[in-house]
């Protein structure tokens, strides 16, 4: 049994930030709050969240699994003013997902559940990390993407730097002194390469208000981790980007 309601801006974030990396989502629902994983097809980024209960308005779960097709979500999310809730009801007996935006409902068709990837979190520790604007970083990793594909991140003990360099000679650096952050830990210099194609959509996304700071963990040849909390704290997000490694000696 699932009877929910929700604020449109929560769910606006979760299918937003989801869809990042799939169009299809299983959503776990616990009777403490929401749980879910998604990978994107070619199982290079991972994106996994807990939304507390306390963040609904309403909440009557049994627990249960719901597999749904992000889009047509999104598509009737569109349609939700700045003041409407958000209703969800879940029958269990013929898989249909019943969606109340204001006046409008629509009925989906749940997807199958053991269809859809259930990717595990990497169970990595990081010895460097820094937390800073999550609105300053979206700007350098837009900056960058003018330039590349491919950007590198580094970190020592003073300061973070987000850069690009191509052969044609054109490059960013954005740099980010320790003063500016709120947390530096880095024992020893890093450095590490990944792909903005998967960086710039989302970080585009959380620039939008959802969260002031956001903390990264990297180190050589180590995946991304980018961490970040929402709805005052009732939201804990963690996302993964495998590193991008060079053959070069």
Known sequence: MLRVTARQQLMKEIVDLLSVLTEEAKLSWGESGLKTTVVDGSHV???????????????????????????????????????????????????????RVGEVHRILRGLDTGSITEPRQPDLEFECKA??????????????????????????????????????????????????????????????????QFLDPLSRRLASGLTEEITVEFQDRYPLRLSWSSNEGGASWTYFLAPRVSNDP
């Open 45 to 99: 980024a991972l994106l996994s969240v807990t939304i507390a209960d306390e963040c609904f308005e309403t909440y009557e779960v049994e627990p249960v699994e719901i597999g749904i097709e992000l889009g047509k979500l999104r598509d009737l999310l569109s349609l939700a003013g700045p003041n409407d809730l958000v209703e969800l009801d879940y029958d269990d007996a013929t898989g249909a997902i019943n969606v």
């Open 131 to 196: 937390t800073l604007s999550a609105e300053r970083l979206s700007k350098a990793l837009r900056a960058a993407k003018f330039v590349g594909e491919l950007v590198d991140l580094s970190l020592d003990k003073n300061q973070m730097t987000v850069s690009v360099t191509v052969e044609a000679g054109e490059g960013v650096n954005v740099r980010f002194d320790a003063g500016e952050m709120s947390e530096l830990v880095a024992p020893k210099p890093t450095q590490s390469t990944y792909s903005l």
